[in-house]
């Protein structure tokens, strides 16, 4: 029937009202946008007062229940919708780069909790698990080679190793595809509608080819990408939103608050929309909002996980850090919480740059590959701890003798926390701390372990000023070593 964009949409509704609507819908591209435009189709098709028998919605991409349903007549007569939300059943390994184009973008946003879901998204698409891309060899032969997000693998590293360390899994998007093309094709009871929404969709696929013949598909996407024309488009979207928001309460926004509010969100029209909202009822009756009123209400609403600053301080990297430190501070963060994280990333760097220095540790090469590192360091670093347990359970062996409350309470299992492994499901995060390890002497090491009690120190007795003892203790450990030496 039609595919057209989602500003023509008002133009469709109005069709509709003579013509009928369509059997089928397929909205895609950006998720706020998809999500608006299936929202007015859905209220224009079944008031909300007449949805809770004529309206149902299918998660988890069950297509043979989403295909059952409307092939259903409903209770009562009238218009019936199923809706097939946020599905996946157009992903598909064509999509690659834009995964990797959007996993990327979240990375640069900041949000590796996004960033790991289009990753993830991509190898369930290509039926790749994280081990056969974890190492850079094998990466670039099951990944596009020639795409330019993969010039620099730093970011990929570090969402591969979130998933590690977070036990998360490539969700393989089922293949229902066939099914629900013959679903279409021969139609559904008259009346009855089905609603699929969808962030990436092939159009190459015969899938979406039958949709836009038998239905009506809503383009909602906006490109992603650097280029001047991409930033353009993007920028009218937001333009739009803003006058769209802006009208509603008669309010004004001057060019410097725009661009102050653009800073601050990035290209997020969720975050963007909830911080306009925000400066409107901020501005009240002045009815005119400027750069000092977003610089007066708006917080970075992004929670940027410890994660994102742990990594960073075992990278040396300071300006990332003291962002982390910020960020996590303004998102509520204790202070001691924020401490507590950075030295269990610091002690963790500190026992595995002790295996790197006894004769075991010879085994490992910072030059070496993942699939290297499994064969040749992995048992090494096994029978290490091991060792340590076992010397570790010697001492408290000793320690206990002669106490009477010890004996009375048995044997007190000993602490695990000089252990590399411990019970990591995956080795990768261990492979990436051996690879932070060669950042940093065993002396800075030791350094920076006395920085951060001494900042616990400061904190526990209040003597300063939270902030600045963080950053202080973020500037110390990130250093370089002449420097650490001419402190002496």
């Not at 859905?42 to 809770?52: C, D, V, W």
């Not at 059952?68 to 390994?93: E, H, P, Q």
């Not at 990436?200 to 490109?223: E, H, N």
């Not at 400066?279 to 708006?298: F, P, Q, W």
Request: net charge neutral; glycine share 4%.
């Amino acid at each position: 029937m039609a595919e057209f964009n989602y500003k023509e949409l008002a133009k469709h509704l109005k069709a509709c009202e003579k013509e009928g609507f369509s059997p089928v819908y397929l909205f895609y591209g950006e998720e706020m946008l998809y999500k608006t435009a299936f929202d007015e189709v859905l209220n224009a098709m079944i008031p909300a007062s007449e949805r809770s028998l004529n309206y149902d919605r299918i998660d988890n991409d069950n297509v043979y229940e989403a295909i059952g349903r409307v092939n259903t007549f409903s209770l009562l007569s009238g218009t019936k919708a199923v809706a097939l939300c946020d599905s996946r059943i157009f992903y598909s390994k064509q999509d690659e780069s834009s995964f990797l184009e959007k996993a990327k973008e979240a990375y640069s946003g900041k949000d590796i909790k996004k960033a790991a879901k289009f990753f993830l998204s991509l190898l369930g698409a290509a039926k790749l698990s994280l081990d056969d891309v974890k190492d850079k060899n094998s990466r670039h032969n099951y990944l596009k080679s020639d795409s330019e997000v993969l010039d620099d693998d730093k970011w990929l590293e570090e969402i591969i190793a979130y998933c590690a360390e977070n036990n998360l899994s490539p969700l393989a998007a089922k293949d229902n595809a066939g099914e629900l093309e013959k679903a279409v094709e021969k139609g559904f009871p008259e009346g009855n509608h089905l609603l699929i929404t969808t962030d990436i969709a092939d159009k190459r696929r015969t899938l979406f080819k039958i949709i836009a013949q038998k239905g009506t598909v809503v383009d909602c996407a906006v490109p992603r990408g650097e280029r001047k024309a991409d930033k353009m488009a993007q920028e009218a979207v937001l333009n739009e939103q803003m006058k769209t928001i802006l009208a509603r309460s008669k309010t004004r926004m001057d060019r410097d608050a725009y661009l102050a509010l653009c800073e601050m969100t990035g290209f997020d029209l969720r975050t963007f929309s909830g911080n306009l909202e925000n400066l409107i009822h901020y501005a009240g009756d002045r009815k005119n909002i400027t750069a000092a009123d977003v610089e007066a209400v708006l917080k970075r609403t992004k929670q940027d996980p410890i994660y994102e600053l742990t990594n960073a301080l075992s990278d040396r990297n300071a300006e990332d850090s003291l962002f982390f430190v910020n960020s996590l501070l303004s998102a509520g963060f204790a202070p001691l919480q924020i401490l507590g994280a950075m030295i269990n990333q610091i002690r963790k760097v500190l026992i595995t740059k002790g295996f790197t220095e006894i004769p075991q540790g010879k085994a490992w090469n910072p030059r070496m590959s993942y699939t290297q590192f499994q064969n040749s360091v992995m048992s090494e670093i096994q029978n290490y701890d091991s060792l340590l347990m076992n010397q570790v359970e010697e001492w408290e062996s000793l320690l206990s003798e002669g106490r009477d409350d010890e004996k009375k309470k048995g044997k007190k299992k000993p602490a695990t926390d000089i252990q590399i492994m411990k019970s990591q499901a995956s080795p990768y995060p261990v492979y990436l701390l051996l690879m932070k390890s060669e950042k940093f002497t065993r002396e800075e090491l030791i350094h920076a372990m006395e920085y951060l009690s001494e900042a616990d120190l400061r904190l526990k007795t209040g003597s300063r000023n939270p902030k600045l003892v963080l950053e202080e203790a973020v500037f110390r450990i990130c250093r370089k070593n002449q420097e650490v030496k001419s402190e002496k």
